[in-house]
Structures are given as structure tokens and as C-alpha cells.
């Protein structure tokens, strides 16, 4: 997939939900994964020509491994791409596997990162954070609230945090993990495999293969899944504005 198909998805989604206002701070959270690398490139590209002007600045929270290497990403952002970037060291890591213990570290480790991302966030005068979450995220996490907890629930594409006074967007939500895979793969970025020792042996890795099996017995139930969740009318989720379009 070439950028500027990229582009279109990430237009539609800033547009259609009113995403990015002029002289918007965007931090963008990267992980060093394939989704938070795109959405970096992504941004990067729609400033060029969109309307409302806005910055970015690339945030990373080390959890403290000890084996993550960010120099390509460190390289990117500042030759390449001439975005600033700052790395977060923390010892999440020591204390969620090492100190703590946990059974079931996800949860606990999201709260940890997501405080720190942040605190990170407010210090470099941001007033918005993008996250990297597709099409799939979006189906996977409401799939997830129905099995777990028994209720039609799912992430909105723009979320405000008002202890925080800080917007969420989501300007990957119109993309499918093929799409951004193939734009990985066709480019050639360097991804960063995630050190953590619970990677891919989670919940939601449980509800991925279930609905990678759902769509292919029934072609296309994504799409209406991710259409049912536009229309729904859930807390969040207003209607596309396709005025903008």
C-alpha cells in the first residue's frame, strides 16, 4: 500500500470526526510496532497539505526491558521525517513482572504506560495524543466488551480526558491491520518487536484469531461489525460528518 492511500483513509477519519483543529500539538505514541510507525508516517504526510495547520512529536514510553532499540525510529524522526522525539524511560516492566508478579499484566501495564505517556505529553505543551488503532482494534475491542463484560462497548474515535485536559484521536480507525501491513512491507519501515514477554499471549490475541475465523467463514462480517458500531448510536460515536468530505 503507498502512502497516499494512507492518506485517504486518515483524511476521511480526521474529517469525518473532526479530529485535528488549527494549531493543534499532536503527540503521537509510538511503540517502535507497525501500526504506531504508520500513523507517525501518516501525520507526517497530512501536514504537508491539510487546511488546519498542526505539529507533531513522537513519544515512546520504555517500559524497561533493557532490550529495546530505537535508534532506526531515533533516525527517522529526526533525518527523515524531522519530527522531535522523546523517549520515556520507566521501570514498568520491573515492576509489573519482576517486583509484582502479575498473572494478567496488560491491564495493570496499559495504566502505567498510558500515565506516563501522558505526563510526557503535557510537559512538551501537547494538547492532543493520536493512538494507533485500525479497523481491526475498533471490531477486536467490542467483541472483547461483549464477551468479557457483557456489553456493546468499543473505543470512540476522539476521546477527551478532562483530568488530563488532553483529546484522544484515533486517525487510523478506517484502516484494516492488512492495510497497514502492506504499507509497512511495501516501505520497508523499521519495526521494532515488541520485548514483552506476554506479546501474543493475550485476550485480545484470543479475539483476533476468533474474528480472522469469523471473516473467513463469513466474508465481510468486519465490515458490518465496524458498521454496526458507526450506527449504533453508542457513547462516543456520533455520526460521520461527510460534509467535510
Not at 15 to 33: E, L, P, R
Request: net charge neutral.
Amino acid at each position: 500500500m503507498r502512502l497516499q492511500q494512507v492518506l485517504s483513509y486518515v483524511r476521511k477519519a480526521v474529517d469525518d470526526y473532526h479530529m485535528i483543529a488549527d494549531g493543534d500539538k499532536i503527540a503521537v505514541g509510538i511503540s517502535g510496532g507497525k501500526d504506531s510507525l504508520t500513523l507517525l508516517y501518516a501525520l507526517h504526510g497530512l501536514r504537508r497539505f491539510y487546511p488546519q495547520k498542526f505539529d507533531i512529536h513522537a513519544v515512546t514510553v520504555d517500559l524497561g526491558f533493557g532490550n529495546l532499540d530505537l535508534s532506526r525510529i531515533e533516525s527517522i524522526c529526526a533525518d527523515e521525517l524531522q519530527i522531535p522525539y522523546t523517549i520515556v524511560k520507566t521501570d514498568i516492566a520491573d515492576i509489573i513482572f519482576d517486583q509484582r508478579k502479575e498473572s494478567n499484566p496488560c491491564s495493570l501495564c496499559a495504566k502505567m504506560r498510558k500515565g506516563a505517556l501522558n505526563e510526557a505529553i503535557k510537559k512538551e505543551g501537547c494538547n492532543k495524543v493520536a493512538y494507533a488503532h485500525h479497523k481491526d482494534d475498533v471490531v477486536e475491542t467490542m467483541l472483547m466488551s461483549l464477551i468479557y463484560e457483557g456489553r456493546f462497548h468499543t473505543f470512540s474515535p476522539v476521546t477527551y480526558l478532562d483530568r488530563m485536559d488532553l483529546t484522544v484521536i484515533r486517525p487510523l480507525m478506517y484502516m484494516n491491520e492488512a492495510d497497514v501491513i502492506g504499507f509497512v512491507n511495501k516501505n520497508q519501515v523499521p519495526v521494532v518487536k515488541s520485548p514483552c514477554p506476554a506479546d501474543g499471549y493475550t485476550k485480545r490475541e484470543y479475539v483476533k484469531q476468533l474474528l480472522k475465523k469469523l471473516n473467513q467463514e463469513n466474508p465481510g462480517v468486519k465490515e458490518r461489525m465496524f458498521t454496526a458500531i458507526q450506527d449504533g448510536g453508542m457513547t462516543g460515536w456520533p455520526p460521520p460528518d461527510t460534509s467535510r468530505r
